[in-house]
């Protein structure tokens, strides 16, 4: 077998060990931070505050307050489309905040 040089496969200045703990750290960071998204709650609400909607880290509805002004028999469909808007935008804010959060973990990793 033959041997080329001092190469030892890695990288300058890692050796396996350093990149084992390095790799644990960032595992109990990574079940920390999702633990703490998972009992944060995210809101949003539409039409004035008529429907008001939060969701858990864990992508689910918590909590849905429709005004009782809101309720017209005759336009369901705008009722409707408030419970969706507002139940998307929290959606949307509670996965920005996981990524963000997320990403930097893993962030001086190239991860």
């Known amino acids: 077998m033959a ?3 001092n190469f030892s496969g890695g990288m300058p200045g890692m ?3 350093n990149l084992m703990k390095q790799y644990q750290k960032m595992q109990k960071k990574l ?3 999702r633990e703490e ?3 944060t709650e995210y809101s949003a609400q539409v039409g004035g505050g008529a429907v008001k ?3 858990s880290g864990e992508k689910r509805i918590t909590k849905l307050s429709i005004d009782k002004d809101a309720l017209d028999p005759e336009d369901v469909e705008t009722l409707q489309d408030m419970i969706i808007t ?3 935008q929290a959606l949307s804010e ?4 996981s990524q963000k959060k997320i990403g ?3 962030g001086g990793l190239g991860i």
């Open 53 to 55: 909607v939060t969701v």
């Open 37 to 39: 998204l998972a009992k």
């Open 31 to 33: 079940e920390e931070t």
């Open 86 to 88: 507002a139940c998307n």
């Open 104 to 106: 930097d973990i893993g």
């Open 15 to 17: 050796n396996m060990n």
């Open 94 to 97: 509670m996965e920005e905040d």
């Open 3 to 5: 041997r080329y040089g």
